[in-house]
């Protein structure tokens, strides 16, 4: 289990938890971080920050400090 701040551009997985203080963990579950969904990453700003997740149909920007509060089953490329 790795967390979603490690991912590079392309790399996808599973979620397997959130975690963080209450009110960054009620947002990140608002947005659809819950156990069981699938992410993968986009875009990674030339910079490495922010980096673009596509969960559930949409894309979605978050900082890395957000996405090492997501941790992530990596799934094997095809």
């Given at each position: ?39 993968s990453v986009a875009l990674c700003a030339p910079t490495g920050d922010p980096i673009v997740v596509r969960l559930r149909g949409y894309l979605l920007s ?17």
């Amino acid at each position: 289990m790795e967390h979603l701040s490690d991912f590079q551009t392309g790399d996808r997985g599973i979620v397997c938890d959130v975690h963080g203080e209450d009110a960054l963990l009620a947002r990140l579950l608002d947005m659809g971080f819950t156990p069981g969904t699938r992410v993968s990453v986009a875009l990674c700003a030339p910079t490495g920050d922010p980096i673009v997740v596509r969960l559930r149909g949409y894309l979605l920007s978050l900082r890395r400090s957000e996405a090492a509060c997501i941790s992530v089953h990596r799934q094997k490329k095809a």
